[in-house]
């Protein structure tokens, strides 16, 4: 049996008014990808990088990226200096868990460029209402179903045209919401605090 990990209960969906604060305080008032990159690959960072590149080139927008993680290397930090979009790319090396509850509740869409990253963290976005692009791997695809966007690993090319895809069709990122909010019922931290509590009972019976 399998309890799944859920996210805390910080992570839920914010207001309009709550969103343009955290946009104005993070992003200049401008709509965002959100990465939480902590400890995070930096070759797929780069990747994300990249597809945010190709992303920029064919959507003339003022679309940001944010990155938070507390430990990007001096090697990525050096990449970052001489990146082509760095003014709409934003890197954040503090934080507490409350500032980034509610920088992943503002974002446009979260996106997780490495199949490696638990799941826990996509559960977190999906439980703000907010749209996941992820790397496919077998755990996601098992919590997560068709409620996210899946691309293959190191598939730069596919990164960046479902980052175009959410940005462009309204329809399809509002499904992704309506079915994320299926999944955050079924992982919420109610349900995994239950499933735990009934397998405890079951494997410590007691006697009498």
Known sequence: KVVYNAPEKIYAPLTWEEKQIVLKQ???EKEYFFCNASNCNED???SL???FSIFKKWQKSNMQLIIASDNLSKSF???YKHYKHKEDVILLEEFSAKDLAAITGSAYGYINPDENT???KILAAIQCNIPVITISNEISEEVCGDAVIYCKPDNID???KNMILLYKDENRRNELIKKGVAISHKHS???SL???NNLILEESPILL
């Open 26 to 28: 993070y992003s200049n």
């Open 44 to 46: 797929k960072l780069i």
């Open 49 to 51: 990088l990249k597809a």
């Open 77 to 79: 930090k050096e990449n």
């Open 118 to 120: 638990g799941y826990s």
């Open 158 to 160: 596919e990164m960046a």
């Open 189 to 191: 931290y109610a349900v």
């Open 194 to 196: 239950q499933a735990l």
